[in-house]
């Protein structure tokens, strides 16, 4: 998808639908380490791609996942 959005510019429209509901848990985020370890591999395909991205990216990630933690 990372690609094929932005690498190549394709555009998307928003559906003001819900299609997928996704659970809480899986193995990326059983641990911090896990939630780690999925930042960092988004990271590396931002680079792969020369795709730039904010460095408060992860952080922006891990915020909605920490409350599973509690």
Do not use: W
């Not at 819900?18 to 930042?39: D, H, I, P, W």
């Amino acid at each position: 998808m990372l690609r094929f959005l932005e690498k190549h510019k394709v555009s998307s429209s928003y559906l003001d639908e819900t299609l997928v509901r996704m659970r809480v848990g899986g193995e990326s985020n059983k641990s911090l380490k896990n939630n780690y370890k999925g930042n960092r591999e988004c990271i590396e395909a931002f680079k792969k791609n020369d795709i730039s991205v904010s460095p408060f990216y992860p952080l922006a990630r891990l915020v909605p996942k920490i409350k599973q933690y509690f």
